[in-house]
């Protein structure tokens, strides 16, 4: 009887669910990672062609303000609740070209902008149970910001080009899962203000990524 018993109970413990072993860390110390996905420049034609029109122009414009986009990172987390973080991020090009009728005989042109730098920031973290955490970020980053266009027209080209570097606001959220006490998978959204100057042209751009965490 004792035997049978025992088999029942081995056979019930089988039949449980087992949660996943918790691995979210809590402690502190250092952790690198990379991470990749869709940055947006948050470029729009209609603007483009209003400020055209400004300068007299008379355009139509198409645009391509998404891109690839990546980043390396390291940080220390001091404690469950709070690290700090820093690296290089690049955010790829916008492009943009159209045609125009004003000034006369009218033509085509075409323009790019890139923008990197490197970002330090404040992360406040949030253990929601199991093996996952969420996050947010608050910091600001060194960025450079490259423009160029060019336009031709009746037989004419001309080129003209803009750099800007300058300190700008950061911010973002994000979930991270623990795979194992060392290993994590991290989502995130990241808004990057006021990138550029009335050189290059001037806008926020967000990052969407995925990215790998390795903690030492």
């Not at 869709?38 to 122009?57: K, M, P, R, T, W």
């Not at 100057?197 to 926020?204: S, Y």
Request: hydrophobic fraction near 40%; aromatic fraction near 12%; glycine fraction near 16%.
């Amino acid at each position: 009887m004792r035997a049978k018993k025992l088999i029942l109970i081995g056979l019930v413990a089988a039949a449980l669910p087992v949660s996943a072993p918790a691995f979210a860390g809590g402690g502190s110390g250092w952790y690198a990672g990379i991470g990749a996905g869709v940055s947006d420049f948050h470029a729009d034609a209609a603007e483009i062609d209003q400020a055209l029109a400004a300068q007299g122009i008379t355009a139509s414009t198409a645009v391509d303000d998404r891109d690839t986009g990546y980043k390396a990172f390291v940080g220390y987390q001091f404690n469950p609740n709070f690290a700090l973080e820093g690296g290089y991020v690049d955010f790829g090009k916008a492009k943009a070209n159209g045609t125009f009728t004003a000034p006369a005989p009218g033509g085509t042109y075409s323009g790019e902008v890139k923008a990197n730098g490197w970002n330090l920031d404040a992360v406040g973290i949030l253990p929601v149970g199991g093996n996952f955490s969420l996050f947010g970020k608050l910091g600001f980053i060194r960025s450079k910001v490259d423009a160029s266009a060019s336009a031709a027209s009746g037989g004419a080209l001309g080129f003209a080009s803009a750099s800007s570097t300058e300190t700008n606001p950061t911010f973002g959220v994000g979930a991270k899962y623990d795979f194992t006490p060392n290993v994590s998978g991290r989502l995130e959204w990241e808004r990057f203000k006021n990138l550029g100057d009335v050189n290059t042209g001037e806008g926020d751009v967000d990052l969407w990524s995925l990215g790998v965490v390795y903690s030492f």
